[in-house]
């Protein structure tokens, strides 16, 4: 027999009685921690603190302890040199080119590459990069991702940031997809569904495909230009905020507040951490190792001397890139190879600056415009299956307006400056 609303009502009030204690509360420690890290006088620094603490384990773990104390020795020192004496052909074969080293002019002569940056083949280049590299940078990031998600840090950081973030069209949950995306692009992207309306999923979208490297290429990065990361990452923060402050008020649509449940701080469960890690590092990898050694293959093969394609391209683009951007034709292969994979692409820049054919600040720039160019094929592939085609044309079409103004502007200032 259905019961009234006062049988209803009765029914809550001698159940609540049953199983509600009532009790005098008492303010813990974890309950002040967790007050201090969402008001933004004592929220912020706690906030900078965490971001340092996070790049500072980023760059010990992933750079110095990995890739430049165990595996840049074991592939230039041990990998490299084997696979050159073993591997049949020799420099000049366009297979062992591809496979192994494309080698480099000196004096007029071609000689061999001393390491794996500037290889280029798909067995030297495209491993380092993934196993080398890329492998440990996904780990450490990921790594402290989960720990600060299954801590319940995310939340509070999303309102900290939720004024911010209101100025180009989004609230501080936008702050989850944006450091998903610096670990891969792919999950960053996928993270937008959580977004209201479809002006800040296209706001988003369009500003991580163009302002947010993935985790893969900061490790390059971290890598090859470690002095510059400050500076890199300012650029593209500023470019964040003001290409977004800009698109907030072209693109119709609404932004609603944030409405967020702000979760108590919990010890993290070591099983969630694991099984969280495995799962975002492994499919990294299904994405990442294919599309590496694929923009090996392409990029190798529009190298070689028998087909000319690079060196075709670098005549056609070269001038363009020079007086638009400031930076020299050879970066046309790397932004060719940034198409498959931004990662890829800052290694190749690796073996021009080896060479000496660029300034410090054309490197700056150089990789400045492999984050912002164009997305990688694997986000590009996601970007359509997530946008309607309108959104998706719109979206292309800002990334190139946005590519070519923020490039020249960089330029303008390195010749304000006197370094360009």
């Known amino acids: 027999m259905p019961l009234s609303v006062d049988e209803r009502w009765d029914l809550i009030d001698r ?25 933004p006088l004592t929220g912020l620094p706690v906030a900078i603190a965490v971001i340092y603490g996070f790049w500072s384990f980023f760059c010990d ?45 000196e004096n007029g002569v071609l000689v061999a590459s001393d390491n794996c940056f500037e290889a280029f083949g798909v067995l030297t280049s495209g491993l380092f990069v993934v196993f080398g590299v890329v492998l440990w940078a996904i780990l450490a990031f990921y790594l ?42 792919i999950p960053g992207v996928t993270a937008t569904r959580t977004l209201e309306t479809r002006k800040q999923r296209f706001l ?3 500003l991580l495909s163009v302002f947010v490297p993935c985790g893969a290429q900061i490790g390059i990065m971290q890598d090859l230009v470690p002095e510059m990361m400050g500076w890199i990452f300012l650029t593209l923060a500023i470019g964040y905020l003001g290409f977004g402050f800009i698109l907030n008020k072209i693109v119709p649509g609404k932004s609603p507040e944030i409405i967020m449940d702000v979760p108590p701080y919990r010890m993290p469960v070591m099983k969630n951490i694991v099984s969280k890690l495995w799962i975002r590092t492994s499919k ?41 951007f400031g930076v020299p034709g050879e970066t046309v292969s790397p932004l060719i190879a940034g198409f498959l994979r931004k990662d890829l692409a800052v290694g190749m820049l690796g073996g021009l600056m080896e060479q000496g054919i660029m300034t410090t600040f054309q490197v700056f720039t150089s990789v400045v415009l492999l984050c912002i160019y164009f997305p990688c094929l694997a ?19 800002s990334l190139v307006v946005m590519v070519l103004v923020y490039g020249g502007l960089i330029h303008v200032v390195g010749i304000m400056l006197g370094v360009a």
């Open 284 to 324: 990294f990898l299904l994405v990442a190792v294919p599309f590496v050694l694929l923009g090996c293959v392409i990029v190798g093969i529009m190298y070689l001397p028998q087909v000319g394609a690079m060196d075709w391209l670098a005549t056609v683009l070269g001038p363009f890139l020079m007086s638009w």
């Open 379 to 397: 986000t590009f592939a996601l970007m359509i299956k997530e946008e309607k085609w309108k959104e998706f044309i719109g979206s292309i079409a």
């Open 204 to 206: 988003m979208i369009t």
């Open 144 to 185: 402290m991702f989960a720990l600060l998600e299954d801590i319940g840090y995310l939340p509070r950081l999303a309102v900290l940031v939720d004024t911010v973030l209101h100025k180009i069209g989004l609230h501080g949950y936008a702050i989850v997809p944006t450091f998903l995306a610096l670990g891969c692009n």
């Open 15 to 39: 159940i609540s009685k049953q199983t509600v204690e009532f009790g005098a509360y008492k303010h813990t420690l974890k309950d002040a921690i967790a007050e201090l890290t969402v008001k």
């Open 61 to 105: 773990f992933a750079g110095t302890l990995f890739t430049d104390g165990f595996m840049v020795k074991l592939f230039d020192e041990h990998w490299l040199p084997w696979l050159q004496s073993v591997f049949p052909g020799g420099l000049g074969n366009p297979f062992y080119a591809l496979m192994v080293d494309a080698g480099h002019i």
